[in-house]
């Protein structure tokens, strides 16, 4: 809540020229870029669900409890007080408050209940908006989410585990997960000597049963290490680990079957440089029980349809945080004047703030058709599925490699206010790198787009008929696309060094054909000019001339 009447004449000076609280804000009908996506990309349903969300969200009280969530860090508890080990983590009261916002209101389930129906664009913009609260909490959130196609591999764990990742209760009780009232799940894969290298993976899995029939069934042995395990209260574990037949995918429960704690061990939780409220733990199996799933040896390929969940949240919290400063500096700006006039009304400072704002509207766009994509797969459309091979790479590069920069540009708007801790965009900042390093760095991301340019030209062609409404309305685009055409054509061995270019333009390109098809003419043609154009700029607030800075400002909250 607001503090009460605080006192502005001090013994030495009168406290002036500062912005009043923001006070409670509805973050869905304030936001017009998600609001005129979701209205494109997704049926009715979606936008009147979620509507209650964005004034939660929105609300002081819930903005209090993300900041909370984040200066409280969770702890770890080996032991109790005889000497019993334990393997928990306590979080802050804070943090179990968002994850009731979120659990408690299903959005960790809405795109299975609604899979085909609009479930995933509900899903990525509930994300979005839960963002915008605290982004460390949206990782359990996203994981739990992520788990249910990896289910799908075993019937048997699928009708064990899924009807308490699908229900509407968070429940943290650390409990066996048939006497809780819903679950979560979180992952274990890196180990130290292999990161993104899952081949390198040590974890050694041995079967109980005397045959690989019975084994099957259940009950393995796991041994080694993880370097990062996220949520490590999470009431079961997808984890990789070798075995005769190869690198297998395993389902690692917090209990056993007879209700014993596993031997899952916790190390150490990390001090990461943000992501702060969401504990991440290095951990060993001691011979921890396990069940596999999916077919013998296929482990990475049965984790990859989590992984592509997992990066399309990974695309869409930096955008969702984008948004969170955008709004932090624009609300600054207003109210805080220098040189005889509010800094929004000063030419430099206008030009920023609407680049920050058309680089949201551009990552909104990306990341709602992206979503579309997961749905229409699901409805068995071979070109929707076909982009949901590429887009999620494309997002989560390109918006990530944006959110750094972005995040330092907002803090500079507020100045030495903005750098301290009392603002958000301390911690937007130090948050910003998380979601480019999980689920595959930069170079890792590219390398798939470049995998899935080879092995599923169907997912390049989808690209294409996608961009090809917008071709002859820019003369931008036009030449990007014509220098992309060039691009892929040339030979995989030259590709590759310069695979980070050919995935940041073709982000950009989608992005802008999106917004030339469907965004104002104002935003459409200040992106392609401040992208695509001769005078395009890797900073911020580099505009052409006669930029429509007014039209561009007055889309930020409206």
């Known amino acids: 809540m607001s503090d009460h009447a605080p006192r502005t004449r001090l013994a030495t000076h009168r406290v002036t020229n500062q912005p009043p609280p923001p006070g409670d804000i509805d973050l869905l009908s304030g936001d017009a870029p998600l609001r005129e996506a979701l209205a494109r990309e997704a049926p009715d349903w979606v936008a009147r669900r979620l509507a209650p969300l964005g004034r939660e969200a929105g609300s002081e009280r819930v903005q209090a409890l993300g900041e909370a ?33 979120a659990i408690d209101h299903g959005w960790h389930a809405v795109a299975w209940q609604e899979e085909g129906r609009g479930g995933h664009q509900a899903h990525v913009a509930a994300l979005y908006l839960l963002t915008q609260v605290e982004p460390g909490f949206c990782c359990p959130v996203t994981m739990t989410h992520a788990a249910m196609p990896v289910l799908r591999h075993s019937p048997r764990a699928k009708a064990h585990w899924a009807p308490g990742l699908l229900a509407w209760d968070y429940d943290p009780r650390p409990l066996p997960a048939e006497e809780k009232t819903g679950l979560t799940f979180g992952m274990a894969m890196t180990e130290k000597q292999g990161g993104s290298d899952l081949r390198g993976t040590s974890t050694r899995a041995e ?52 209700g014993e704690r596993n031997a899952i061990e916790l190390q150490r939780l990390k001090e990461k440089c943000g992501n702060r409220a969401n504990a991440s733990a290095e951990i060993e199996y001691r011979g921890a029980w396990a069940e596999p799933i999916g077919a013998p040896g296929r482990g990475i390929a049965t984790l990859l349809e989590m992984v592509q969940q997992t990066r399309l949240d990974a695309a869409t919290a930096p955008v969702g945080m984008m948004r969170q400063a955008l709004l932090a500096a624009w609300r600054h700006v207003r109210e805080r004047h220098a040189f005889g006039r509010a800094l929004a009304e000063q030419p430099l400072m206008r030009a920023v703030i609407a680049d920050l704002a058309l680089e949201v ?198």
């Open 69 to 101: 969530a984040n200066h409280h860090p969770p702890e770890l508890r080996l032991f109790d007080r005889h000497g019993r080990r334990l393997d928990e983590v306590s979080y802050h009261p804070a943090y179990h408050e968002l994850m009731r916002l």
């Open 207 to 258: 079967p109980l049963a005397a045959t690989q029939a019975e084994a099957a069934e259940g009950g393995w042995r796991l041994t080694g290490h993880k370097w990062f395990c996220s949520a490590p209260m999470s009431d079961a574990f997808l984890t990789l680990a070798q075995t005769d037949a190869g690198l297998g995918c395993f389902l690692v429960p917090r209990f056993t079957p007879d």
């Open 361 to 558: 509207e551009a990552g909104v766009a990306l990341a709602m058709r992206t979503a579309r994509a997961f749905d229409g797969a699901a409805r068995g459309d071979e070109s929707e599925r076909a982009l949901g091979r590429l887009l999620p790479a494309l997002a989560k590069y390109w918006h990530n490699k944006r959110s750094p920069g972005f995040m330092a540009e907002a803090m500079e708007c507020l100045g030495g206010i903005g750098y301290v801790e009392e603002s958000p965009l301390a911690r937007l900042y130090r948050e910003a790198p998380v979601n480019s390093i999980w689920e595959g760095s930069g170079n890792v991301i590219c390398l798939d787009v470049l995998r899935v340019l080879g092995r599923h030209p169907e997912a390049l062609a989808a690209w294409w008929q996608e961009v090809a409404p917008a071709r002859g309305q820019d003369r931008r685009l036009d030449a990007a696309l014509a220098e992309l055409e060039r691009l892929v054509a040339e030979p995989a061995e030259r590709l590759e060094p310069r695979a980070r270019w050919l995935t940041q333009r073709l982000a950009q390109c989608l992005q802008a054909a999106l917004l030339v098809q469907h965004a104002p003419a104002e935003v459409a043609d200040t992106f392609c000019a401040t992208r695509l154009g001769d005078e395009a700029s890797p900073a911020y607030g580099v505009l052409p001339s006669g930029s429509p800075c007014t039209a561009l400002l007055a889309r930020i909250e409206s």
